[in-house]
């Protein structure tokens, strides 16, 4: 599945975040990968992929920000958000009800 632009426009950093993701798509194909920008310093980033499941939050966290890597300092640094949950966790997470209807920004 690609990478989708959940609400707002793309810019620059989006284009290059979405395709460090695309990779992560490629590897990951049932993945869900979604991102937006919250404000302009502030991109968020949601992945639900079944291959979670059984792994700890450093266990996820290392395998997607590898795909991060490519990403200059400037651009990593717009990241403010990264959720990584399984399908079931999504349906319960209170950072996932956020990113499904965030709180708007005044930024």
Partial sequence: ??????????????????TALEAYAADHPP?????????????????IDPGFAGKGRPARSDLVWKYFDCLDDEVQSDISTVLLLTPDESKQSFANFEFEDPVPSKL
Avoid: P
């Fill in 1 to 18: 599945m690609a990478v989708q632009i959940l609400r707002g426009t793309t810019d620059v950093v989006i284009d290059q975040i979405t």
């Fill in 31 to 47: 993945a869900r990968i979604d991102v937006y920008r919250q404000n302009s310093v502030s991109v968020r980033v949601r992945i």
